[in-house]
């Protein structure tokens, strides 16, 4: 099975303001995740907004503000179109921590993919 994927894996560290990075990009509600929880979660949402943009092939020419994936690192991320957009609207975006502390976002433009990590490796597997 073929498809477009996008990946993004980022190293959290100290960036300056972030929590106005996040209100000036995000949604309003993944702004107020990061004011609230704080660096980690402008990087999840970072990785995964990445992530969902790569697969589009479009990577940042597109809005960050056009989707919304979540900002909380310790819930399971989705993915919302914002109405009207050329973006997939159906996604499977799976997240989490990599090595060496990285906060790692696989997104597949399709529903239904589950990814599993084994020795390290992330890899498909039917949901």
Known sequence: MQADIGVDIER???SGDLVSLAAQHYRPEEAAQVSAL?????????????A???????GLLTPL???????????????????????????SLHAGEGPLGSVVAV???????GLRVWRGVW???AA
């Open 52 to 58: 969902v943009l790569k697969a589009c092939g479009t």
């Open 107 to 113: 997104a597949l433009p399709r529903e239904g993919v």
């Open 123 to 125: 890899r498909e597997e």
């Open 12 to 14: 959290p560290r100290p």
């Open 38 to 50: 704080g660096d980690a979660a402008f990087f999840a949402c970072w990785t995964r907004k990445e």
């Open 65 to 91: 503000a056009d989707i919304a994936v979540g900002a909380s690192p310790d819930r399971v991320p989705a993915v919302s179109v914002r109405p009207g957009s050329p973006l997939p609207s159906t996604w």
